[in-house]
């Protein structure tokens, strides 16, 4: 049997306008998601796309228990949101809070419905705080660089971090730290064995105060007896000098005894004008004044060495504070002979 072709005009010019209906509305519908994309859902920076999540997360937590509110926010989502930055452009999909919202609005049991709302306003949330860290790495990225600019100047150069070895001495401190803490903290649970440290520590510091005061006046009083001499020194002949340290070693005290043996000495060679009376002179330079007189050198080459020998006795018995004895006390007595002092 043939076929008529004027059967067949009816439907192919149905399928043509159909053709021709669809493909306009198709590209009217792009075109217009393009349009929402370039003007709702397209942010130049993380900050306000963050700002929108967060709006979108609180419209969701306030109707989580109303359906239809949730389904009108559902529907108002873009399919995504694009972010352009200067360095990248982004692209997120907002399906998985559209599904989200989809499963509470088909959810009958009204508490299991808000639920599951909370649940995409917590993902909206958790994404703005995503999209918050984002923006502030890279706003400090920015301020390192300018930092790290800055301190590359030269006045800066000098400029350097903590060294090894203070980075180990802070290690230490710390450890010590944390080991007295420790210390204190177990001696907390004992109060016998506190209050017993702690008298322990008042004593210490009680006998180390003592000593420290024991130690100053004794070496005060050193200073005032070596000090004390001089007063009188101008007064003495060297034969009371002679005479005090022949009674001074009559009593045993041999070290008072060489003191006076030496100044009796001192006092021969400015009575016979080998040296100028003066006090502030130290044993050394009255050694140093004998050397350089040549007049006295030259009648008594023994003079310098006699003097020497009896101001080292002097530094180590009287300065030194070392035990002196008779023997020591016979040579004093022989050095000062050979300076010219008549003893007998």
Known sequence: MPIRLSCFLPLLLLLFLGAVVHCPAGAAQQDSS????????????AAPFAAELQRIGSAIAKEKANVNGLGSLRKNLPPDWEISTSERRYLVSAEPLRGLLGNAERE?????????????????????????AYAGARSTRGARAELDRILSRREFGSVQGPTRWDLLRQRINRWIEKLILRFFERMGRHPVSARILLWSMVVATVVWLAVTLFRYWTRRAA????????????VRTWQEWIHAAREAAAQ????????????????????SEVVRKDRARTPREYVRLVSNSTPFAVSRRGTREALSALTLALEQVWYGRQVASSEDFAHAMQQVEAL?????
């Open 34 to 45: 393009r349009h929402a994309r370039a003007t709702g859902n397209v942010y130049s920076d």
């Open 252 to 271: 045993g005290d041999f070290r008072e005894a060489i003191h006076s043996t030496y100044w009796a000495g001192i006092s021969y060679l400015e009575d």
């Open 223 to 234: 200073l005032e007896e070596l000090q004390a001499p001089d007063s009188v020194a101008f």
């Open 108 to 132: 009958k049991n009204v508490e299991k419905a808000a639920a599951k709302a909370k649940e995409a306003a917590d993902w909206a949330f958790d994404l703005a705080n995503q999209v918050n």
């Open 340 to 344: 010219g002092c008549q003893l007998q």
